[in-house]
Each structure stands twice: as C-alpha cells, then as structure tokens.
C-alpha cells in the first residue's frame, strides 16, 4: 500500500508509512509546490493520502487543481 503525506514538513520522517511531499527540500522523497504544481506521480499510484492543515496555504483559484492531482494519483 503507497500512503502519501502532502505537506510534510520537517517531521517527515516521523510517519514511516508515508512518502513526503513538501514544497521545500527536507530529504524527503517528493519536492512540488501543492496546488501549483503536478503531483510528482504516475496516475493510480497511491492509495492514502494524508493532507494535514495544507488545503489553507493553497490559493482559492487552485484548490480544485490541487483537489484534481490527489484524485489523479
């Protein structure tokens, strides 16, 4: 089972089930900026995604692009 963690900040190592997703590059396995840029990922490839206070930080305009990616993956 791939479990995603969008959003995963500094403490991405504290969720070893996840891969991290982040916009900045603390050695986790997926830089992108959420909602501005395409997940890093084949579509169909994920089956948990854990997106934790993030949806706020994505401009309103982009909220349905970013919503569209984790349906995508």
């Known amino acids: 089972m791939r479990k ?3 959003g995963c ?7 070893p089930e996840y891969e991290g997703l982040d916009s900045v590059d603390y ?12 997940l890093p990922l084949p579509d169909g490839s994920v089956d948990e995604i854990r997106c934790w206070r993030i949806l706020e930080h994505v401009p309103t ?5 970013a919503l569209n990616e984790c349906y995508r993956v």
Do not use: K, S, T, Y
């Not at 050695?27 to 395409?38: I, K, L, R, S, T």
């Open 27 to 38: 050695g986790q396995p997926h830089v992108a900026v959420f909602g501005e840029d395409p």
């Open 61 to 65: 305009e982009r909220v349905l692009f």
């Open 9 to 15: 900040g500094a403490d991405w190592r504290g969720h």
């Open 4 to 6: 995603l963690n969008i």
